[in-house]
């Protein structure tokens, strides 16, 4: 249990970082997108050598889109630009870039925000979670079906690339007017791209090069997504017993990663941090855990810890922990 300073304390603590730094955002921005623009071109000229060479940098390439999808997260925020405008436009223009509707997606993680670790608020913009009541009191084709799509194979690899190449395209009935028009802007660009890329290198090297980059990409950003509300000791509560400050540190993984992969995810392994206050930009979100010594107490996940959460799939509620599947009856 960490031990939280009194409201005022915290949020003076980190309203100290909730600033933008204008120099540093285009920084980040040029260090990034210059990189993965020269790793498409560089995937392109392989397509002529081998393309295992291809898929070999491919990989690269996708590190460098979750970071760019970082920044798309961050101008949702508010906490990339001062400017609400420009943070609008940057962020338009990466969610076109990395396959997501920058109006709709950000609709339903601020959502994901305002419910996170509530368990009467569920199902906007987060993991699938059922309790253990639930699962046992639902349909077979139900517990059938939770079952088929809490398994990694499906989630991450399969369902991971569904996320930006097919619901990403789609429109639902929550969406307003302007997060329409997004989605379908957003599609209508990509569509343009792909007219590009018929008449300059043609539709099969578009693919071939665009393709594995998305796989790889959505799987390493739904990885990260999923562990940040999915490890072992998160704290979920009913909404009489949720409070915001207690479930960003408690219901927030500190995902400790070597600094390279940091680097690539953004900062975002401090997701206690992030859920604290939102509009801190990802590359100040380490120097607030460490120059605050209450963040001190919250025990990291490491990167071997972290494969363990996969085989977690339910809320136990009378022990306030996640179990497996194994830890059910076995007449389930």
């Known amino acids: 249990m960490v031990n939280i300073n009194p409201q005022t304390s915290w949020r003076e603590a980190v309203m100290r970082y909730a600033q933008p730094d204008t120099k540093t955002s285009i920084w980040q921005i040029v260090n990034t997108l210059i990189p993965y623009l020269g790793l498409l071109f560089l995937m392109y000229l392989s397509l002529e050598v081998s393309y295992f060479l291809t898929l070999f940098l491919s990989v690269f390439a996708s590190a460098f889109m979750v970071r760019l999808f970082i920044i798309f997260h961050d101008c949702g925020h508010g906490s990339f630009f001062k400017s609400a405008k420009l943070s609008e436009t940057v962020g338009i223009i990466l969610g076109i870039i990395t396959f997501t509707p920058y109006h709709k997606w950000h609709r339903a993680h601020k959502i994901h925000h305002a419910t996170v670790g509530n ?174 010594p209450e963040f001190s107490q919250i025990k990291p996940i490491t990167i071997l810890e972290s494969f363990k959460t996969m085989k977690l799939r339910l809320w136990d509620e009378q022990n306030s922990r996640l179990i497996t599947f194994k830890e059910l009856p076995p007449t389930l």
């Open 119 to 292: 368990l009467d608020k569920r199902g906007t913009g987060d993991v699938w979670v059922l309790t253990v009541d639930e699962f046992l009191t639902t349909s077979k084709w139900r517990r059938r079906f939770y079952r088929v799509y809490r398994h990694p194979l499906i989630m991450f690899m399969i369902g991971a690339p569904l996320i930006f190449l097919g619901a990403n395209r789609l429109t639902i009935k929550e969406l307003n007017r302007k997060e329409r028009f997004n989605v379908y802007l957003t599609n209508f660009a990509l569509l343009l791209i792909l007219v590009a890329a018929h008449f300059t290198i043609g539709i099969k090297a578009y693919l071939m090069i665009q393709l594995p980059i998305i796989f790889f990409g959505s799987v390493a950003g739904v990885w990260l997504f999923y562990v940040q509300h999915q490890f072992e000791g998160v704290h979920w509560y009913r909404q009489g017993e949720w409070d915001y400050k207690t479930v960003a540190l408690q219901g927030s993984s500190f995902y400790k990663l070597p600094k390279m992969l940091q680097w690539f995810s953004g900062n975002i392994g401090f997701h206690h941090i992030h859920h604290l206050s939102p509009k801190i930009p990802n590359y100040k979100l380490e120097e607030c855990h460490a120059e605050n």
